[in-house]
C-alpha cells in the first residue's frame, strides 16, 4: 500500500512540473564552492599550432590583487593547451608568458556577465617565436 501511495505522489508532483511555466525560474542556491575562471587563453603560435602550457605563465591582474599561474605546475603540461585564472566580474589585465616566445599583454579583459553570475571568457592567444 506505502508503495502504491508513493508512486501516486511522485507521479502528481511530476504532472505539476510539466516545465511550461511562463515564470522566469530563479539562480539556483549554491551549495558547494566553485571557482569559475574570469579568464581562460588558449595558446598557439603564430600557425595556428596549439602550444603545450610547458613554460607558460599567466599573470593577471584586478583590483583583488595579482595571480600568477605556472604552466610546468600542471603534472600533464604536455596534454594542456591553455591557462586559467582571474575571479569576480571585473576588469582583468593579463600577461602571457611562454619560453621561446615574444610576451602578450591584454588589458580590461572581463569576464562574459549573465542573469546569475559570470562565464570564462576564451581568448586564443597567438604567440611569435623569439
Known sequence: MKKVLSLAFISLTLVGCNG?????Q???EITLPVIVPAIRVNLFDINEQALNACDAILTITNSS???V??????NNC???FSLDGGF??????F????????NQEFSNISPIETRCA???IEIDVFLEAN
Open 88 to 93: 569576480n566580474l571585473e576588469e582583468h589585465d
Open 69 to 74: 599561474v605556472y604552466g610546468s605546475a600542471f
Open 65 to 67: 590583487g595579482t595571480e
Open 20 to 24: 511550461n511555466s511562463d515564470d522566469e
Open 95 to 102: 600577461l602571457i608568458e611562454k619560453a621561446g616566445f615574444v
Open 78 to 80: 604536455e596534454e594542456e
Open 118 to 120: 559570470y562565464e570564462t
Open 26 to 28: 530563479p539562480c539556483g
